[in-house]
């Protein structure tokens, strides 16, 4: 049955500054693709099954379905189809630069999804006994120890399901440490204006209240100030490390020093690792909890949103409030997994369990098949290339935009600029879209908000220079544009697969489902 | 190294271009002191594809991969058949490789499959709306409940016997942090749901009543009495379907009176991969959109006025309200939602209908036949494809002796719920279309063995 009896379609577009129209509005290889509403149907399928076996009477207490469910099919080929079309809308590493700062967006290793496509990997049951999933716990174990030994920390956590997760894992073992000690009065967590949004929204979520670090004037936190904030009634701060301005908080370990003269913790935000994996340890830097994001700086692939994976690395001071279940090798090789029936021999301080099953294993196979591919070698290689990709492009740009802490220093793995200078009434938003045009997706805009019409730009190590150099070039011609005052950044991108999108109309009349037209015209 | 492109001659021309004589220049702001000066050592050194690859399919060989036993497991994970082109689709680099989709001019691909995945998970769950994904059905569960004390500002939900003690735990620990209140309990080896406990346990204070369906126990309980009860207590009814499969066949929870419906979606497109990545579902009634956590994706149009999707409603989210934020998600689990919304869209309704039928009949054939087997008594008379047997013994044991001759039994409750004596002997099978009448009859033959 057609879910669209009305035959109604997306019209062929009209104009735009493209000249003229086609009859099916494709443009070559850029192809228009209706949703599968509009083109598929509920007695379609691409899924063929043996006979069903007879039923030996329905045991459904009653409950069957009666009224259609309005689920579109579609053949494999029209399926195919449908989602290749749509695929070659979105830009992807595999395209290009994604120079998003604090996102770490690298080369995603093919050996990877090879690896977590293993049946011994793949098609294994969370439940099945634990002798016959030996193979798998030996793999979360081996990238614990891994990234203990990257970290210099004392435990990890490895079941957060992405980073916002693990800060919430690290918070949850401060809070139980807190009240191990008596201490469950402190009610306040230090975050410095610049972090990501998780930092306030995570410290909220469990309860605590946020205050925000002020930063120097050169992007970093001010000591003396958080010094001054310091007190019996903070329970933690949350720093990340290197900073979201690209920089290394030189003070690192005074802060350290500082919140714990006062009985606080550290949390630190490990978004950024990448800019110092095998060259610092942040449990050298007195760290007490750190969550690393997997699909950052260990490759695990971002998937156009998600899944993540945020294990979250634990000083001698929270290891015991960790969360369950977790792994632990014993002397004759064989692994256990310790969970709610064994912990509380093993572990019996655990702050519980955080989410169903043993967390992402398909990110593990794929993190650890990553760091054995570089080692211990490789992983220092990739911080010191991460880090010199973006001061090149530093260097490379504070000519042309203006780069407000970049006088002081040098950056770590990320460049950050502003939009001053720019001509009146032009932002980092039209610098973003005409980057567009040139074929690149934008660096990340108006993030960190200390910084006027932030403009953060990450590289990372998996750039060659070639590919710098042109991207610098199409960044200083689109910069000196924005300076002239060229009306048509305003209105790119120009070449897309679309032109900019009204977000304000989107959140005014929410449309967040397909509505059968002729419903949602009556509806109007 | 293979994943770096950088020559060193780049990499020198690179550093007298910055201005800095070597490398070491630019980690100047790291005090000497906290700076490594070479690999760290007892970690080996970089290898080739062809030796990570040697050694990790060596772990790999060490677990008993599910299709090469007799497989009966579930209770919160199932393994069905997932069609090739799903997994090629989802390993386009344009999918497998994109960012989150905050430039939606060059995100439609992400955008548009977004905006399908949400309608077909509303349809399939039965609610107005439905967010991008969640991590897991465990944090969309409890995501609900947060929700629910939001919409009510009351702080005391009671949680069915029959939720999934994993769902339970997560819970637990979460209210310990937060104040929350839950009512749980555990569950007996019952043929009915609790669904007249649930009813008699909803008062004033009750922000919601959280219920599985079907339940742990593979039980199915009509929710329209229990949704009618929440509403007269101005309560939200939250149900939580593990296996999405079943709403093939059965009523969906939205049907029957539930405000939010929360969901594991692993049970389509995506393999068990020994518990993640998952796709939490998470749907509601248009009235509680903007209490909803998680990205939502809407429709809209360009400047030319043609269709376009973007990120909405993210005043709600913690990239903009900071500790203000509904949640304090932020990553969804796009890669598995894609790899949900292609396999649904191959199996159209009617293949989902289908599905649903096959796994239906499967387990009420096995069922019959392990009921035959002496020692067996099957409790549960209602289930879709999951359905737990009272065995003559302590289950657990059984389960770890006929893994020993490569049979995976199904889950024991003893696994599930240690400790509870009661809850000992009761062991849960899964039967979906990849369970074969040989599979039943080696189980039943095995069973019949160990249980004399």
């Known amino acids: 049955m057609t879910l669209n009896p009305s035959g109604w379609r997306p019209e062929a577009p009209q104009g735009g500054t493209a000249d003229a129209p086609t009859f099916t509005g494709n443009r070559a290889l850029m192809l228009e693709e209706p949703l599968i509403f509009e083109i598929g149907a509920t007695d379609t399928t691409g899924v063929d099954f043996a006979l069903t076996p007879a039923a030996n009477g329905s045991r459904l207490a009653g409950l069957e379905r009666a009224a259609p469910i309005g689920l579109p099919g579609l053949s494999e080929p029209e399926a195919v189809r449908h989602y290749t079309r749509l695929s070659r809308q979105n830009y992807a590493i595999d395209l290009g630069l994604f120079p998003l700062g604090s996102c770490t967006m690298k080369h995603n290793p093919r050996l990877n999804e090879k690896v977590a496509r293993m049946p011994g990997f793949a098609d294994v049951h969370p439940l099945q006994p634990v002798d016959t999933v030996q193979g798998a716990l030996e793999v979360i174990n081996e990238l614990a120890v891994w990234l203990i030994a990257l970290t210099g920390m004392h435990g990890v956590a490895m079941t957060p399901k992405a980073g916002a997760h693990g800060e919430l894992c690290g918070i949850l073992c401060i809070k139980a440490a807190l009240e191990a000690r008596g201490e469950g009065h402190r009610k306040v967590i230090l975050v410095p204006e610049s972090a990501h949004g998780t930092n306030p929204a995570t410290a909220a979520f469990a309860g605590y209240a946020v205050e925000d670090i002020p930063a120097t004037a050169e992007g970093r936190v001010d000591l003396a100030a958080l010094k001054a904030r310091l007190g019996p009634d903070v329970a933690a701060v949350m720093i990340t490390n290197p900073n979201t301005c690209g920089l290394f908080e030189r003070d690192m370990k005074a802060i350290s020093d500082a919140v714990h003269a006062v009985g606080g913790y550290v949390y630190c935000d490990g978004a950024n690792f990448n800019a110092i994996v095998g060259r610092v340890r942040p449990g050298d830097l007195g760290i007490d909890a750190m969550h690393i994001n997997l699909h950052k700086t260990f490759s695990t692939p971002h998937g156009g949103g998600g899944p993540g994976s945020g294990p979250v690395v634990l000083s001698e001071a929270l290891s015991p409030y960790g969360p369950l279940p977790f792994t632990a090798r014993m002397a004759d090789g064989h692994v256990r997994l310790i969970e709610e029936e064994n912990a509380g021999e093993e572990h019996p301080h655990s702050f519980g369990r955080m989410t169903a099953f043993h967390g992402q294993m398909g990110m593990f196979t794929r993190a650890l098949t990553y760091i054995l591919s570089h080692g211990a070698d490789g992983l220092r290689q990739v911080a010191e290339d991460a880090v010199l990709n973006a001061n090149y492009i530093l260097r490379s740009l504070e000519g042309t935009l203006d780069a407000p802490f970049a006088a002081a220093g040098p950056c770590m793995h990320e460049a950050i600029f502003s939009d001053a200078g720019l001509a009146e009434g032009f932002s980092t938003i039209d610098i973003a879209k005409a980057l567009i045009d040139e074929g690149y997706h934008p660096m990340t805009m108006y993030f960190p908000l200390v910084v006027h019409g932030a403009m953060l730009i990450e590289p990372t190590e998996t750039e060659s220079k070639a590919t710098l150099d042109q991207f610098i070039g199409a960044l200083k011609s689109v910069a000196e544009r924005a300076k002239a005052g060229d009306p048509a950044l305003k209105s790119a991108p120009h070449f897309a697969p679309r032109r900019r999108l009204d977000e304000t109309l989107a959140a005014r009349k929410p449309v967040l489902v397909w509505k059968e037209p002729t419903l949602a015209e009556a509806a109007e | ?452």
């Open chain 2, 1 to 452: 190294m293979r994943y770096l492109p950088l020559t060193q001659h780049d990499r020198e021309t690179m550093l007298a271009t910055i201005g800095a004589s070597s490398i070491d220049d630019l980690f100047a702001d790291v005090p000497a002191g906290t700076q490594l000066d070479g690999p760290i050592p007892g970690l080996p050194i970089h290898a080739s594809e062809l030796a990570v690859e040697r050694h990790m399919a060596k772990l790999a060989r060490k677990n008993l991969a599910a299709g090469d036993a007799p497989f009966f497991l579930g209770c919160g994970a199932y393994r069905h058949h997932v069609p090739a082109s799903v997994d090629h689709l989802i390993q386009r680099g344009e999918y497998l490789t994109a960012y989150t989709p905050y430039q939606p001019e060059i995100a439609q691909g992400t955008l548009q499959m977004l905006f399908e995945f949400q309608t077909q998970v509303a349809r399939l769950l039965g609610t107005d709306v439905a967010n991008a994904s969640m991590y897991d059905g465990s944090t969309a569960c409890w995501e609900a409940i947060v929700m629910a004390r939001r919409v009510t500002r009351r702080a005391k939900a009671v949680l069915s016997s029959g939720l999934h003690p994993h769902y339970v735990s997560v819970a637990t620990t979460m209210a310990k942090f937060t104040g929350d209140v839950l009512e749980t309990a555990l569950p007996t080896l019952a043929p009915e749901p609790d669904t007249a406990s649930l009813i008699d346990r909803i008062d004033d204070d009750t922000s919601c009543v959280v219920v599985q369906y079907p339940d742990i126990l593979g039980r199915i309980a009509d929710l329209s009495e229990l949704a009618a009860a929440c509403h007269a207590k101005k309560a939200l009814l939250v149900a939580v379907v593990t296996e999405p499969v079943a709403l093939g066949l059965l009523k969906s929870p939205g049907e029957m009176g539930a405000d939010i419906v929360v969901g594991e979606g692993q049970s389509i497109g995506v393999g068990l991969q020994f518990g993640g990545p998952y796709v939490g579902l998470f749907g509601c009634s248009e009235k509680l959109v903007r209490q909803m956590p998680g990205r939502l994706c809407g429709e809209t149009q360009d400047a030319d006025g043609k269709r376009g999707f973007v990120l909405t409603l993210s005043t709600r989210e913690q990239h903009i309200r900071r500790e203000k934020a509904t949640s304090n998600i932020c990553t969804n689990s796009g890669l598995c939602a894609l790899a949900f919304s292609i396999h649904m869209t191959l199996l159209g309704e009617a293949g989902l209908r289908q599905l649903a039928a096959v796994n239906h009949a499967g387990a009420s054939a096995a069922a019959d036949r392990l009921a035959t087997v002496p020692g067996v008594e099957l409790v549960t008379p209602s289930f879709f494809n999951e359905f737990t047997l009272r065995l003559n013994k302590e289950a657990r044991p059984v389960v770890r002796q006929l893994a020993d001759s490569d049979i995976l039994a199904g889950v024991s409750l003893g696994r599930l719920y240690p400790g509870a004596a009661d809850l000992e002997n009761g062991l849960v099978v899964a039967v979906t279309e990849t369970t074969t009448t040989e599979d039943v009859a080696v189980l039943a033959d095995a069973l019949t063995e160990v249980l004399a």
